[in-house]
């Protein structure tokens, strides 16, 4: 079984290298770096000068010698890039591209939260606007969020948002108790636990990565069996790569694939849920980037007291490997 990974309009190839010479072109002349998230369109991330998760896109975001960086991803990873680099520009093709799981909990709902547990220390994940990371003592990202609870002292308590199925995988694997949040990203969500039997059953031979975002069901089936890997997409990759197996079935965002694809080639990779398609990152296309590099636009800032705030906790975060 092959995936057909969507483009929100399919160009011909011809098209495709004639806008990736185009964005390359205005990189170049307007010393721009442009990331790309792991679940950008295949024709984005294959003009971009970085492919990866939040949490190494925003390491190269905050190493980056160029004076401007267009993200191609949705817009708290935007944000948080304008966050780490105060004095460069930063561009986003598509202001609209948001996040349904950064949706879930606003800076009002933190504070009132945090109000109820006066001394707790608030782990954000990176999913959330910048207002909610200001409210927030770290940040983390599904690639160390692990390492991130393990950090903070047995003792304190901690309130963990907004993905109430991390937060749940987060208890399990770090054995403390948590108080979630109980927001969700609808995309993973929406892997159901019957998508993962089904390909238990047809695909016994291959191994199955699930991320930690996905539905509670779906992950706890995966608990109790050697071939289920419950990884961010960072460790996906790495996972593929290192293993001696050659078929593996993902339970994330379909993105992915093209970059699993890419970086092993020799190994076959299918999705457990063709639906499992995020309709913001697929916002941005190549014709969106190339204008968005030809007319400079459309600029993300953070307010700077907002920013200031937001800054230590997303620092902690890329500090923790
Ligand atoms: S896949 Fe989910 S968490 Fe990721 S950007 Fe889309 S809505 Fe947000």
Redesign the pocket.
């Known amino acids: 079984m092959t995936t057909q990974l969507i483009s929100p309009r399919a160009l011909s190839p011809r098209r495709v290298r004639e806008l990736q010479v185009e964005v390359r072109a205005l990189a170049r002349t307007r010393d721009a770096v442009i990331l790309a998230?792991n679940?950008q369109v295949p024709e984005v991330q294959d003009v971009a000068d970085f492919v990866g998760d939040s949490l190494g896109l925003s390491r190269e975001a905050a190493r980056t010698d160029e004076a401007a960086i267009v993200f191609c991803?949705?817009h708290f990873m935007a944000e948080t890039a304008a966050i780490l680099c105060p004095d460069k520009t930063v561009l986003m093709p598509d202001l609209d591209a948001?996040?349904?799981?950064?949706a879930s909990i606003t800076a009002d709902e933190l504070r009132a939260w945090k109000a109820q547990h006066p001394g707790a220390v608030v782990v954000s994940y990176v999913?959330t606007t910048a207002e909610v990371k200001a409210e927030s003592d770290y940040c983390c990202t599904s690639g160390n969020a692990k390492q991130v609870i393990e950090a903070i002292p047995e003792e304190r308590e901690i309130l963990f948002l907004p993905?109430l199925y991390l937060g749940v995988w987060l208890e399990r694997v770090t054995g403390r108790t948590l108080n979630v949040w109980l927001g969700e990203?609808?995309?993973?969500a929406g892997i159901r636990p019957q998508d993962i039997v089904r390909w238990q059953e047809e695909a016994p031979d291959a191994e199955l990565l699930v991320h930690p975002?996905c539905g509670c069901a779906s992950q706890c089936m995966a608990f109790g069996n050697e071939r289920t890997h419950i990884l961010g997409t960072e460790g996906m990759i790495r996972f593929a790569r290192s293993s001696p197996k050659r078929r593996f079935l993902v339970a994330t965002?379909t993105g992915i694939l093209h970059r699993l694809r890419k970086e092993a080639p020799e190994k076959v990779f299918e999705a457990v849920s063709e639906r499992a398609i995020?309709?913001?990152?697929k916002m941005i296309t190549l014709e969106k980037l190339r204008d968005s590099l030809r007319d400079w636009r459309y600029v993300v800032t953070v307010e700077p007291e907002i920013a200031e705030r937001a800054r230590l906790a997303i620092e902690r975060m890329v500090a923790i490997a």
């Open positions: 998230h679940y991803g949705v948001g996040c349904s799981l950064a999913n993905d990203c609808h995309v993973h975002e965002e995020c309709k913001y990152m």
